[in-house]
């Protein structure tokens, strides 16, 4: 059979490559794709952007798609789903109603106040004046969020008050971020570690995958500006049992019924951003409608299950009747190679060099931003460029060993940050 992938990122890349992998899946299709899914054995880049919905529904129609799984958040909140479900056609991913819980932060905090989930004390403006007055009020730091799409940028950590006013006046402004900060939400700044809960969802059932932790700082330390995720690796070895069930528990199944509830069931990934605090509580930061990037490229690296045969069992509402998914009992680590400039404007074209050649055992690289040129050389075409990944016995093992794969890759302006990992170490005993 042939798949469908929307999208031309990291995890787009990583998706497509392992259903590839399927015993079942003939060809997957990825529209736009990238240098990477060009390259890649039984996969075939078609042009037609993720945003195009019409265009998409008929590629999957004329191609006799079996199946379509979004990648991107952008096409869900858009209706891509939807417009799907109306051409007959199986698409993985959430409604546009259900997809407003990434696609809007003031709408995911009223959500979770009604169902009573765990998140910071915040408040929702469209008014400068009116959310001064608030900040003004409030003891800092604080965190101050455009309430629409920013491709994962659209968060400013305020540690006093005239930073937290200037962030709100920048964004609902328009200045920062466009129309997505029109609306702000205002929230007290959750202290603890970050960790990245992902599960998919049928409409009722919901099976958790892996856990994993992502870096969304731009330098090392968790400074410098706030980006879509500079590196991630699973598992994490915050998440013990009782974390584990607490998550389940109290934050994605109350989610799933929350939205059911609402009319808007939900089906597809979903990721819930938390802060797991000093005693081991965990409340939500954000959510996501969508397998993280780059949560998604190690995830993906230990994934032993079909995962062509994961997605149809949501697709066909039959989660509750699978086996466990099995994972390899090895830890696997992604390192994101950026252009400079990023999280910012980049610049575009830079021949990479150093992705040629076989690749050492247990390690892959998984294309973000690039591109092929004419001369069929990949170059750099956007902020995030390469994942580089890789498995080890050892969160350490894994970590060498992608860190030695970014090592010999170059361009102009790249950089990355080269503390990915390290701070769970200590706990794994690495």
Same mark, same amino acid.
């Given at each position: 059979?042939?798949?469908?992938?929307?999208?031309?990122?990291? /995890?787009?890349?990583?998706?497509?490559?392992?259903?590839?992998?399927?015993?079942?899946?003939?060809?997957?299709?990825?529209?736009?794709?990238?240098?990477?899914?060009? /390259?890649?054995? /039984?996969?075939?880049?078609?042009?037609?952007?993720?945003?195009?919905?019409?265009?998409?529904?008929?590629?999957?129609?004329?191609?006799?798609?079996?199946?379509?799984?979004?990648?991107?958040?952008?096409?869900?909140?858009?209706?891509?789903?939807?417009?799907?479900?109306?051409?007959?056609?199986?698409?993985?991913?959430? $409604?546009?109603?259900?997809?407003?819980?990434?696609?809007?932060?003031?709408?995911?905090?009223?959500?979770?106040? /009604?169902?009573?989930?765990?998140? *910071?004390?915040?408040?929702?403006?469209?008014?400068?004046?009116?959310?001064?007055? &608030?900040?003004?009020?409030?003891?800092?730091?604080?965190?101050?969020?455009?309430?629409?799409?920013?491709?994962?940028?659209?968060?400013?950590?305020?540690?006093?008050?005239?930073?937290?006013?200037?962030? !709100?006046?920048?964004?609902? $402004?328009?200045?920062?971020?466009?129309?997505?900060?029109?609306?702000?939400?205002?929230? %007290?700044?959750?202290?603890?570690?970050?960790?990245?809960?992902?599960?998919?969802?049928?409409?009722?059932?919901?099976?958790?995958?892996?856990?994993?932790?992502?870096?969304?700082?731009?330098?090392?330390?968790?400074?410098?500006?706030?980006?879509?995720?500079?590196?991630?690796?699973?598992?994490?070895?915050?998440?013990?049992?009782?974390?584990?069930?607490?998550?389940?528990?109290?934050?994605?199944?109350?989610?799933?019924?929350?939205?059911? *509830?609402?009319?808007?069931?939900?089906?597809?990934?979903? &990721? *819930?951003?938390?802060?797991?605090?000093?005693?081991? #509580?965990?409340?939500?930061?954000?959510?996501? +409608?969508?397998?993280?990037?780059?949560?998604?490229?190690?995830?993906?690296?230990?994934?032993? $299950? #079909?995962?062509?045969?994961?997605?149809?069992? !949501?697709?066909?509402?039959?989660?509750?009747?699978?086996?466990?998914?099995?994972?390899?009992?090895?830890?696997?680590?992604?390192?994101?190679?950026?252009?400079?400039? &990023?999280?910012?404007?980049?610049?575009?074209?830079?021949?990479?060099?150093?992705?040629?050649?076989?690749?050492?055992? #247990?390690?892959?690289?998984?294309?973000?931003?690039?591109?092929?040129?004419?001369?069929?050389?990949?170059?750099?075409?956007?902020?995030?460029?390469?994942? +580089?990944?890789?498995?080890?016995?050892?969160?350490? #093992?894994?970590?060498? %060993? !992608?860190?030695?794969?970014?090592?010999?890759?170059?361009?102009?302006?790249?950089? &990355?940050?080269?503390?990915?990992?390290?701070?769970?170490?200590?706990?794994?005993?690495?």
């Amino acid at each position: 059979m042939k798949v469908l992938v929307i999208g031309g990122g990291g /995890r787009e890349h990583a998706m497509a490559w392992s259903l590839a992998r399927s015993e079942g899946v003939d060809e997957v299709l990825v529209a736009p794709g990238n240098a990477g899914t060009a /390259r890649e054995p /039984r996969v075939r880049n078609l042009q037609v952007g993720a945003g195009d919905i019409p265009a998409l529904v008929q590629l999957a129609r004329e191609q006799g798609v079996a199946f379509t799984v979004v990648g991107p958040e952008a096409p869900l909140v858009a209706g891509v789903v939807d417009a799907f479900e109306e051409a007959g056609l199986p698409c993985l991913g959430p $409604s546009a109603a259900a997809a407003e819980l990434e696609g809007s932060k003031a709408f995911a905090k009223a959500f979770m106040a /009604r169902h009573g989930i765990p998140t *910071a004390a915040h408040q929702s403006f469209d008014d400068l004046e009116a959310a001064s007055a &608030y900040i003004r009020e409030q003891q800092p730091p604080l965190v101050i969020k455009a309430d629409g799409l920013a491709s994962g940028k659209g968060v400013e950590v305020a540690a006093s008050k005239d930073e937290a006013l200037l962030a !709100a006046e920048r964004m609902l $402004s328009g200045q920062a971020f466009g129309e997505a900060g029109q609306r702000v939400v205002v929230e %007290a700044c959750l202290q603890g570690e970050e960790l990245s809960f992902i599960a998919l969802v049928d409409g009722e059932d919901v099976v958790a995958l892996a856990s994993s932790q992502d870096h969304k700082a731009r330098d090392d330390g968790d400074q410098g500006p706030n980006t879509g995720g500079m590196g991630a690796y699973s598992p994490a070895p915050l998440v013990d049992e009782r974390l584990h069930q607490r998550v389940m528990d109290e934050i994605i199944r109350p989610t799933v019924h929350g939205l059911a *509830a609402e009319g808007r069931p939900y089906q597809g990934f979903l &990721y *819930a951003g938390l802060m797991v605090d000093g005693a081991g #509580d965990p409340r939500v930061l954000e959510y996501n +409608c969508r397998l993280g990037d780059p949560e998604a490229q190690p995830l993906l690296m230990r994934l032993q $299950s #079909d995962f062509a045969e994961l997605c149809q069992a !949501a697709l066909q509402r039959r989660l509750g009747s699978l086996p466990p998914l099995d994972w390899a009992p090895r830890s696997a680590v992604g390192v994101v190679m950026a252009a400079a400039g &990023y999280p910012g404007a980049v610049e575009r074209g830079a021949v990479i060099e150093g992705l040629d050649g076989p690749e050492a055992a #247990d390690t892959k690289v998984f294309h973000g931003g690039t591109a092929l040129d004419d001369d069929g050389q990949v170059v750099t075409h956007g902020g995030r460029v390469l994942c +580089c990944c890789a498995l080890g016995d050892r969160l350490a #093992d894994a970590r060498q %060993a !992608a860190y030695r794969r970014v090592a010999g890759i170059h361009w102009e302006g790249a950089f &990355y940050r080269q503390d990915i990992g390290a701070r769970s170490l200590g706990r794994e005993g690495g």
